[in-house]
């Protein structure tokens, strides 16, 4: 599978490093465009570099190239995933403002009709959040907030983070085999 994943600016970064890192092992096809706050608040977060970040990737591309492939639909993807999604970018998609390649990607993503999965992190949310992130599901976008799961009783804040990574997985169609799920059973 081809997936486009976005790394913004977002607390949580390490939900971009974790999908990153799920989706090498399911041997997917990564096209990665990590913009440049994005790339501070994953040093920042995890200390890993950008540079390190982008060797996970087959294809990486600046934030200002909005004349490469992922910014038309005539390239093929399977699925895009923005993990985190700032609030600010969730509304320039919301609003059609293709002002980067980050935005431009997910707004052809929605236009192909293709899986658009969005990792919003912020809380609370205010009105027009709210808003946009039900014109952003009235157009086809997947809102996956990294909301744990307590079922699975993580001991690690890595198991908490990966709970969420195995569940937008599940949402673009690469289940991970070992991933714990619920079973109904105690």
Known sequence: MVIVVGISGASG???GLRLL???RQQQAEIHLVLTRSGEKTLFLETATSGADVRKL???TYPVEDISCRLASGSFRTDAMVIAPCSIHTMSAIANGISSNLLVRAADVTL???????????????????LRNMTA????????????????????????????SVERVMDLIGLPVP???R???AR
């Open 13 to 15: 970064s390490i939900y």
């Open 57 to 59: 990737a087959d294809c």
């Open 182 to 184: 619920w079973d109904g």
């Open 111 to 129: 236009k192909e009709k293709r899986k658009l999965v969005l990792m919003v992190r912020e809380s609370p949310l205010h009105l027009g959040h």
């Open 178 to 180: 070992n991933a714990r």
């Open 136 to 163: 952003l599901a009235e157009m086809g976008a997947i809102i996956a907030p990294p909301i744990p799961g307590f079922y699975t009783n993580p001991q690690t804040v890595l198991e908490v983070v990966d709970h």
């Open 21 to 23: 890192t799920q989706l």
